[in-house]
């Protein structure tokens, strides 16, 4: 069952979108050699092959690395959640290409987002982009969400093509989505650890991961994890952006 929510439920959504956003900031601005991901606070934060759910303890930082950091809020009953993926001093060129190219697939992505359209448009948005800019591995298994009262809820959004696109929901005017790519400088295969949680690429290669929550609003797309609802993001496609 999708979730289909009203212009108030939105704007609450917004209020708990914009304590991630600022939250994330926040901690961006934490990042530097020397700093344990337990300072970072309750997030999840993953580094370099740490794809996600990575969880923040004694690990210390070092310049050079990357590190993903999930985080969601609650306000109201109502949820937002969001990504972004940070280096730490000055990062390997490649590393730089890799954050640029899984940051833009995430806007590809929320730019298919359109009533009427399928839920297996985004992923096909998002891998049509990734691989024109180079052999990127695709992370599957992990992916966006439908999002609102809870945290986690249907449809599940794809980073990738699928058989059978044309049998997943349709999107409308009242949904929310979490979009979510995750790509490698490797393959797209993984594995968990011992810990039973954190997700890392099979191959030891570094991972990245940006995240946005977007309302699907009669006045247009309402990206409410973003300080400016999205306009910059979206700009380029001529998306319209609720107001």
């Known amino acids: 069952m999708i979730q289909l929510k009203n212009e108030e439920q939105f704007a609450l ?9 600022r939250t994330l900031e926040t901690l961006r601005g934490e990042v530097a050699d020397g700093i344990s991901t337990a300072r970072l606070g309750v997030i999840c934060a993953s580094v370099n092959q740490e794809i996600v759910h990575g969880i923040p303890g004694g690990r210390v930082l070092r310049d050079g690395d990357v590190v993903s950091i999930d985080c969601g809020a609650i306000y109201q009953g109502w ?3 969001s990504a972004i993926t940070v280096g730490c001093g000055t990062i390997d060129p490649a590393h730089e290409d890799l954050l640029r190219v899984t ?3 995430m806007w590809h992505g929320i730019a298919a987002i359109k009533d009427g359209r399928r839920v297996s448009d985004i992923g096909e948005a998002i891998q049509g982009y990734v691989r024109s800019q180079g052999p990127f591995g695709i992370v599957e298994g992990y992916g966006g969400h439908g999002i609102g009262t809870e945290m986690h809820m249907d449809p599940f959004v794809h980073n990738h093509r699928t058989t059978g696109g044309l049998r997943s929901p349709k999107m409308r005017v009242g949904m ?15 594995m968990e650890t011992d810990d039973g949680w954190t997700v890392v690429s099979r191959d030891g290669s570094p ?3 940006f995240e946005h929550t977007v309302c699907l609003t009669e006045r247009g797309l309402w990206v409410t994890t973003a300080a400016d609802g999205g306009k910059a993001g979206l700009e380029p496609f001529g998306v319209a952006v609720h107001p």
């Open 207 to 209: 991972a990245a991961h």
């Open 176 to 190: 929310a989505l979490a979009i979510e790519p995750m790509l490698t400088l490797g393959t797209k295969f993984t």
């Open 79 to 81: 949820h937002g959640d």
């Open 103 to 105: 940051e833009q697939s």
């Open 13 to 21: 959504m917004r209020e708990a979108g914009l304590i991630v956003q």
